[in-house]
C-alpha cells in the first residue's frame, strides 16, 4: 500500500541557445519609468506575480535580492521551470456554463484533510528578513487572512515559536525540516514542532548536500558547508517512530514511485510539469492513490490549472511571495488575491466549471516547439 503522505517538491532544467527573459515584458519598465531605484512600487499597480520581483530587485540589496533568486549553478533548472509551461498547451472547450466557477473555489483544495481556499500554498522559504525587517510575518498573516496553507522553512529567520505567535486561531501550518542521524535534536524539533500546532513535517530529502550556486556565491548568499547527510529509506521508517504527526517527503522530484508497500523517489533534473506527465504516462493512478503536491516556476493561473489538470492536488509557490513580501502583509496577500483571480479566469477561459473536477483530457500532451 503506498503511503498516503508523499508530496512532490519538482525542479528541473533544460538548455536552450536563446535569450531569457527573468520577468515577462509587459511594460513594466515604461509604466515604472519614473520610480527610484529605492522605492517600492504602489502595491495596487502591480499586476501579476513576476510584478514583484521585477519591482523588489530594483530596491533590494543585491546580494538580498541574489539569496532569493539564485539557482544551481548554470541556472537552466531554473529557467526550465518558468518556460516549461509554455510548451504544453490547454484544449480549450466552448460552450460550457462556467458562471459558478468562483463558487467552487472557497475550500475547494483540501491537503492532508484540511479544507483551504485555493489550490496552492506558500513553499518552504529561508530568510523571509532579508526582505522585509518583519521577516516571515506578512507571510503567515497574508495566509490566514487569504486562507491557504503556509509552509515555514526551518531556515526562516524567524524561529518556529516566533512564528507561531503570529498564527490566527485554527491556522493550519506545516512545518519543513532538514533531519540528520543526531536523533536527540530530532527528538527535540519533533516536541518543539508539535508545540506549534503544525500540523506535518516536511522533510526535505533532496538535500544530503549543499547545491552548486554560483550566482549566490559570487555575492556571498551561499553556504560554504561541503558535508553530506545520512538520507534514506532505513532512515526514513525510523523518523516516523519518534513522532505522531505526518511527515510529508519533499523531493527534488519523484518519478520513479513504489507500487507495493512505499513511495520511492528518483532525483531528476526535471520541472515539476515534467514529472507530472511522466508520473501519468507510466502510472496515473498515483496521482489517486496518494497527495502530490508540486513546486517550481509558477508564476500564473494558467500554470496552477495545468498541473491540477495532471492530477497534482496543489501547487507551491515560494519566490513571489519572498518578493511580494517585501510589503509585508498586504503584499502577500494581494499576490495571493492575484494568482486566484487568474486562476478563475484562465480556468473558465478552459471551459472549466468547477475547480474539483478539471478533467486531464484538457491538457495538450504534446509540446509544442521551442522557438530558437
Not at 1 to 23: H, I, K, V
Not at 27 to 41: H, I, P, R, V
Not at 272 to 289: G, S, W, Y
Amino acid at each position: 500500500m503506498r503511503s498516503s503522505l508523499l508530496s512532490l517538491w519538482l525542479l528541473g532544467g533544460a538548455f536552450a541557445a536563446r535569450p531569457f527573459l527573468n520577468e515577462p515584458d509587459t511594460g513594466f519598465d515604461e509604466y515604472f519609468g519614473s520610480l527610484k531605484a529605492a522605492d517600492l512600487a504602489p502595491l495596487d499597480s502591480l499586476v501579476g506575480l513576476p510584478d514583484f520581483e521585477e519591482a523588489a530587485r530594483r530596491m533590494l540589496p543585491i546580494a538580498n535580492y541574489t539569496y532569493y533568486r539564485n539557482g544551481a549553478a548554470g541556472e537552466w533548472s531554473y529557467r526550465n521551470n518558468l518556460e516549461v509551461f509554455n510548451r504544453y498547451a490547454i484544449r480549450p472547450r466552448m460552450m460550457i456554463d462556467v458562471t459558478n466557477l468562483a463558487a467552487s473555489f472557497p475550500r475547494s483544495t483540501t491537503i492532508l484533510g484540511h479544507n483551504f481556499s485555493a489550490p496552492f500554498f506558500i513553499a518552504p522559504c529561508a530568510r523571509g528578513d532579508y526582505g522585509n525587517i518583519d521577516a516571515e510575518k506578512g507571510l503567515v498573516e497574508a495566509a490566514a487572512a487569504e486562507d491557504v496553507l503556509y509552509i515555514p522553512s526551518l531556515s526562516a529567520f524567524l524561529s518556529i515559536e516566533q512564528i507561531t505567535a503570529y498564527k490566527t486561531d485554527g491556522q493550519v501550518t506545516f512545518q519543513q525540516a532538514y533531519l540528520n542521524s543526531n536523533e536527540t535534536a530530532t527528538k527535540e524539533l519533533f516536541a518543539r514542532v508539535k508545540a506549534s500546532g503544525a500540523k506535518a513535517i516536511v522533510f526535505s530529502v533532496d538535500s544530503a548536500a549543499n547545491g552548486n550556486r554560483q550566482r549566490a556565491a559570487r555575492y556571498g548568499a551561499s553556504s560554504t558547508d561541503v558535508s553530506y547527510t545520512l538520507i534514506t529509506w532505513e532512515f526514513y521508517e525510523r523518523l516516523k517512530t519518534l513522532t505522531d504527526i505526518p511527515i510529508v517527503l519533499k523531493a527534488r522530484s519523484t518519478r520513479d514511485l513504489s507500487i507495493e508497500s512505499r513511495a520511492a523517489a528518483k532525483l531528476t533534473g526535471r520541472s515539476p510539469l515534467e514529472v507530472a506527465i511522466e508520473i501519468n504516462q507510466k502510472d496515473p493512478n498515483i496521482f489517486k492513490e496518494i497527495e502530490v503536491y508540486a513546486d517550481g516556476g509558477v508564476r500564473y493561473g494558467a500554470d496552477v490549472v495545468k498541473m491540477l489538470a495532471l492530477g497534482v492536488r496543489a501547487v507551491g509557490i515560494g519566490r513571489p511571495f519572498m518578493f511580494a513580501n517585501v510589503w509585508g502583509t498586504e503584499g502577500v496577500t494581494r499576490a495571493i488575491k492575484l494568482l486566484k483571480t487568474e486562476i478563475g479566469l484562465d480556468a473558465a477561459n478552459m471551459g472549466v466549471a468547477n475547480l474539483k473536477n478539471i478533467d486531464q483530457s484538457i491538457f495538450v500532451w504534446t509540446p509544442n516547439s521551442v522557438p530558437a
